[in-house]
Every structure is written in C-alpha cells, then in structure tokens.
T-cell receptor, first 114, second 114 residues
C-alpha cells in the first residue's frame, strides 16, 4: 500500500530534550515536506526537500532541522524543544514535475513539550 | 502572493441536505487548487485538485468543486450530506509555480446532524 508513515504518533517530552520524528514514504517520491498544524492557523510549512541532500526552509523553520540522506526518509529534528513547538506535525510527499504540488500526507505526530 | 480564505469556520447541515463550503483565493498566476479533508484524529486526505483542465472538478465521496476565475472562488459542494462527511475541510492553493509549498486555509468544520 502506498503510504507516508510517521513515528511516533504521539510524544510527550520536556523542554530541551532532543527528539526526532521520523517520516518515510514508499512511493519513490522526490519531494517531501514537513508541516505543523495549530488551531485556527491551518497548516504551515516547516521545511521541504526537493530530493536527496536538497533541503530548504519553509515558512516556520526556526527551532527545527531536517536531513534527507535517503530518498524515502525525511526526519524532523528538534534539538532543543520548547513549549511553543507543541503542535500536530504532518509529513507529506509528492512526485516530481507537474505532480509536485499533489502532496500525500502522513497520519500526523502529536507532540507535547512540557 | 498566493492566499486562500475559507469564508466559514463552521458549517452545520442535516443528513441528506446539500453541502456548500466556501473558499476564495488570490493568485498572481493560474493556480493549482485543492480541497483536503481531515477526519477527527486522522491525517489529511486529498479530496480533489484543480489544474485548469476543467472548471468543474469531481473528487472522491461525491464531492465536487467549481473554479470560477471571475469570482476567484473554489467552493466545495456535495448534493447530499452523509454522517460520515463530518470532518474539517481545508482549501489549499499552491504557493508557487515550482510546487514546493502549499498554502492552507484555516479550515471549515462540517457538522452533520441526523
């Protein structure tokens, strides 16, 4: 089954404790992206990657890091989480060319930073 | 700059009655437009996509949307609501012609009563 998977689905952590949220897709998609969803704000893009070793900032990149060492994986790293990073996070992927903007989303990771 | 406005934060309908979720967009070029649906505690699912091939776009689960350039609108409709349609709906525009980001509206919560 074609899908985007994220782990963990739920995470409660404390301020300053480094964490990684993994994202993997099995559709051989070139493009991957991370979004956060906050009440009343919709989804906002954090980082995206056009292909392996190619990443760029989205609208709200502060406090986050990403890497793209393999085509299928795009982990989101919070080196020193803070309470304002409590949110629902979605990973998405899409194919190249004219299909790039048709993004398929993972199930989400609900993060709480205390 | 691209933007999207969902005109109603909450819409309530009775089962079997029509659904109308309103969306206006702003774009400096011919945009790609989408509707996504998010059921409670679930990820985002693509309902339909407009790419200028046809102004009336049919999606999954009986939903359709009409692109009206003169009104800069992309409203989502369904002739007869079902209880399972209760969810949050997002109108989305491609942020740029490269397709590297999506801009989400703030969402419309659809409630369906029996």
């Amino acid at each position: 089954e074609a899908q985007v998977t994220q782990n963990p689905r739920y995470l409660i952590t404390v301020t300053g404790k480094k964490l990684t949220v993994t994202c993997s897709q099995n559709m051989n998609h070139e493009y991957m992206s991370w979004y956060r969803q906050d009440p009343g704000l919709g989804l906002r893009q954090i980082y995206y990657s056009m292909n392996v070793e190619v990443t760029d900032k989205g609208d709200v990149p502060e406090g986050y890091k990403v890497s793209r060492k393999e085509k299928r994986n795009f982990p989101l790293i919070l080196e020193s989480p803070s309470p304002n990073q409590t949110s629902l996070y979605f990973c998405a992927s899409s194919g190249g060319g004219p299909l790039r903007d048709t993004q398929y989303f993972g199930p989400g990771t609900r993060l709480t930073v205390l | 700059a691209q933007s999207v406005t969902q005109l109603d934060s909450h819409v309530s309908v009775s089962e079997g009655t029509p659904v109308l979720l309103r969306c206006n967009y702003s774009s400096s070029y011919s945009p790609s437009l989408f509707w996504y649906v998010q059921h409670p505690n679930k990820g985002l699912q693509l309902l339909l996509k407009y790419t200028s091939a046809a102004t009336l776009v049919k999606g999954i689960n009986g939903f359709e949307a009409e692109f009206k350039k003169s009104e800069t609108s992309f409203h989502l409709t369904k002739p007869s609501a079902h209880m399972s349609d209760a969810a949050e709906y997002f109108c989305v525009v491609s942020a740029n012609q490269a397709g590297t980001a999506l801009i989400f509206g703030k969402g419309t919560t659809l409630s369906v009563s029996s």
